[in-house]
């Protein structure tokens, strides 16, 4: 063993690698919780779009007067 500490040189690679490979897979995690909150926003905003969208047809139809849009 010509290792630091007494590790071998494979063994603190392996080590390396496994931190590497984990930086990785938090980069991705992080990515994709991103786009699912940005999505889930959109989603939100959207419904509420719709609910304002029936409420003014309501008040529209509760006063007798529908406004058709194209």
Do not use: C, F, W
């Amino acid at each position: 063993m010509d290792s630091v500490g007494g590790v071998s040189p494979n063994i603190s690679k392996l080590i390396e690698v496994a931190g590497e490979n984990a930086k990785t897979n938090s980069k991705i995690a992080y990515a994709v919780a991103g786009k699912q909150l940005q999505a889930s926003k959109q989603s939100g905003e959207a419904a509420i779009k719709l609910i304002e969208q029936v409420v003014d047809l309501q008040k529209q139809l509760s006063s007798g007067h529908v406004d058709v849009r194209a």
